[in-house]
């Protein structure tokens, strides 16, 4: 398998970098600054609007991932920026990540009615970017997938984690990194995954 990695330094996109490494594929990491990717991925230093850098990146894999997200709580597009790019540069199959956050089917009450308002207040600008995100991505005509993890939590690969195509998975608000990186690479060449929405959860 080859793909590319788009945010292939930050906590999520390094654990996909590594872990497809692991699995033997060939792996292409979009990166501003080639000394942070410690892994030896093929790099290619890129911002996200050189197109013909990240068309050269794109060509001739399997699949894109961006696991792009915002560092901080200010005004972001980054999550946009990075789907736009990848749709630009002839992405074919493009996974993205985004948030738990975004939708309440299935949480409970007290989720539904007090936590997912107060999140939605204190990450709005990395919300934002997310919502609009996956609407460029759902208008597109690739194969695409958005990926819903709850919040991030580091540490080794469980393995054990829970998906759920409409709406949130009950019960389970936190996931680690290693099993986000893990579920997007199993679902690159799961066909039941294309062209949809899942939220994934510690099982």
Request: glycine share 10%; with cysteine.
């Amino acid at each position: 398998m080859r793909i590319t990695v788009l945010g292939a330094t930050g906590g999520v996109g390094g654990e996909v970098v590594g872990q497809a490494l692991d699995r033997g594929w060939h792996v292409t990491a979009v990166v501003r600054d080639a000394a942070r990717l410690k892994l030896p991925a093929e790099a290619v230093v890129a911002g996200l609007h050189e197109r013909e850098k990240l068309a050269a990146a794109i060509e001739g894999r399997d699949a894109v991932i961006s696991a792009l997200g915002s560092r901080d709580r200010k005004p972001t597009t980054v999550c946009t920026d990075g789907a736009r790019a990848a749709l630009a540069a002839g992405a074919k199959r493009l996974l993205v990540v985004s948030a738990s956050g975004l939708d309440a089917d299935g949480d409970g009450f007290f989720t539904r009615t007090l936590v997912k308002p107060l999140l939605d207040a204190v990450l709005k600008h990395g919300y934002t970017d997310m919502r609009a995100m996956e609407d460029l991505v759902l208008a597109s005509a690739v194969d695409w997938t958005v990926v819903r993890p709850p919040m991030l939590l580091n540490g080794p690969r469980t393995g054990v984690v829970k998906s759920r195509l409409d709406g949130n998975v009950r019960g389970s608000y936190t996931i680690r990194r290693a099993d986000v990186a893990g579920y997007l690479l199993d679902a690159v060449a799961d066909p039941t995954l294309i062209r949809r929405k899942v939220s994934i959860a510690h099982g």
